[in-house]
């Protein structure tokens, strides 16, 4: 079955701009969960969504946002980028509600902010 | 707070002979771990977990350690391969932290020919 699918891949915005990532989780997941990676500070988690609820959020700003639809797909929006919001945005899916089922992720967004 | 790390930034082995990747966690209410692999370009990749009620788990060449005394992981990859060039990644899920995964800096590996 097809894995988690992330659009766009790459994508060149300038600061002040916003900018939306789109991520179908795999079929039948319903936990959808978003993070950003970047050389520095490596792998930080944004948020969580299930069943079209946010369950957990990191410790972003609030120009990091999210939703999750009733078919599970889930977008993420950062406005007013600035240049340190230059990073590898990964999502990732899982079955449900509880830790112990595998966590799957996509392949990612490259954005980069001039 | 919580924090897990890793204690070598790059390894380096042979083609053939055992590699052992290291993590340590501060998070003693941690419940489950993860390791992934993330070649050059793309998304991590499950390799394998275990629950805290665990001490081992193997996979295909693949075995994971927990030791809670100490809070360690590890994760150890017999007979590398070429293709197991990448960097790996352990990653933990606290008790009722839903599924927000806290992740490791991060070693690189890199096998020798």
């Known amino acids: 079955k097809a894995g988690v699918t992330q659009t766009p891949r790459y994508l060149i915005k300038t600061r002040g701009q916003q900018v939306t990532l789109s991520c179908s989780p795999i079929s039948g997941h319903r936990s959808v969960s978003w993070y950003q990676q970047t050389p520095g500070q490596g792998l930080q988690f944004l948020f969580e969504y299930f069943s079209e609820t946010q369950r957990n959020k990191g410790n972003f700003p609030g120009r990091f946002s999210g939703r999750q639809f009733s078919n599970s797909r889930s977008e993420m929006n950062v406005s007013t980028l600035e240049l340190g919001d230059s990073a590898l945005y990964l999502c990732?899916?899982?079955?449900?509600?509880?830790?112990?089922?595998?966590?799957?992720f996509g392949e990612g967004s490259w954005l980069t902010v001039v | 707070g919580e924090s897990v790390g890793l204690h070598l930034p790059t390894l380096s082995v042979q083609e053939g002979d055992n590699s052992i990747i290291n993590c340590a966690y501060s998070?003693?209410?941690?419940?489950?771990f993860i390791w992934y692999k993330q070649e050059s370009g793309k998304g991590p990749q499950f390799i394998i977990d275990i629950r805290s009620n665990m001490d081992k788990r193997q996979g295909q060449r693949v075995t994971v350690l927990l030791n809670k005394t100490v809070k360690h992981l590890s994760l150890q990859i017999a007979a590398t391969q070429p293709g197991d060039s990448a960097v790996y990644f352990c990653a933990e899920i606290g008790a009722g932290g839903g599924n927000k995964l806290t992740f490791g800096t991060g070693t690189q590996l890199k096998v020798e020919l």
């Open positions: 998070n003693s209410a941690s419940d489950y």
């Open positions: 990732a899916s899982m079955t449900g509600g509880t830790p112990g089922n595998t966590i799957y």
